[in-house]
């Protein structure tokens, strides 16, 4: 028998499994989703769909491998698991393999992903049940802000706050880590050394890279922070969040602003960039604009960190096909000498800009489940 050459990536959440299977070369040979655990689920694998019970995260992983095993990419086959955890805090600061100790900084975490990190210790814990030889790995998304300087990670607050970890973390780290890759061979030049990075998706957010680090980014303590969102509010003055606690309570603000504001907020219920553009109401059209400025607005505030900007890059399900969307933020650099090409930009083209323009500007699909498939392959390297 052959050694095992797949890695399985695990992407966990409150009622849902995502999963991509890699092969040796680090190519996708198949992925798909259990969904709605807790109840009559669906499994989906390729175009294939099927509904069954899933009542929790071991059931629906079983299934996952059952059905991975039939064609023919089970645990018998895989090299490891690799898993997307939401929040590694200040200790986990790069991809790693999962021991004991590890297990136990992820848990200690719980407290700042209270709705991720729970999710990817079911999954970690499931599969150390179900398959206890095969090796698992983490990468983190916060992990890549790690890079921050000091005084762009605290808030303006006192010990007592900060040893709390209230201190701005960051996210989508895994997708800036793949535009980062991905970037110059796309555009087959060297890494921009200062990287104005927008993902933009119903989660959004900016990320000034400079010399290939993060150096600031627009989500601070929670994916709450920063542009205006699908259903999140984005950054609001602290005392407003107080004020809705007196009069609404604290549950009840709590879900206002995580899943009734941002997009969906402002338009009446659509969160959805899509729809919005489609709707053509003037609340869908204030929404998509207020999206737009305060991209601009955030973005310029990030070209001031890295003092200065040589390319723009969009990634994210918004940032890759919204071209519309794309061509109103772009506007707002033009003064920097950022000139769209109107044809490139209609057709996605990788490179959206005008052959003179300064800064550039490209669309870099993200791929994040890949950046994790490659982060666990590049760990079993190192150890071999």
Partial sequence: MSDPTDILV????????????????????????????????????GAQKEVLALPDHRQALMAVLDRLTQRGTGPDSLRAVAHRVVHGGTSLTMPTRITPTVRAAIQACVPLAPLHNPHALLAIDALDHLAPDLPQYASFDTAFHATTPEVASRYALPPQAEALGLRRYGFHGLSYASVCRRLPEISAAPLPARLLALHLGNGASICAIKNGQSVGTTMGYSPL??????????????????????????????????????LAGLSGGL??????????TPEAQFAIEHFCYWAIRHGHSLIGAMGGCDAIAFTGGIGENARNIRAR????????????????????APCLTTSTATPTAWIVPTEEERQIALDADTLIGAAT
Avoid: Y
């Fill in 271 to 280: 969160s959805d960039m899509r729809a919005l553009e489609q709707a053509g």
């Fill in 329 to 348: 933020i772009l506007d707002g650099f033009v003064w920097l000498g950022c000139s769209i090409d109107p044809e490139k930009n209609a057709q996605n």
């Fill in 10 to 45: 695990l992407n966990t959440g409150s009622s849902s499994v995502k999963f991509a299977v890699f092969d040796a070369q680090l190519h996708e040979r198949i992925s798909g989703v259990a969904d709605g655990i807790g109840g009559s689920g669906i499994l989906r694998i």
């Fill in 225 to 262: 922070e920063g542009l205006t969102m699908g259903t999140r509010v984005g950054t609001l003055d602290p005392n407003a969040t107080l004020r809705l606690a007196e009069e609404i309570g604290l549950r009840e603000t709590k879900e206002m602003l995580n899943t009734q504001s941002g």
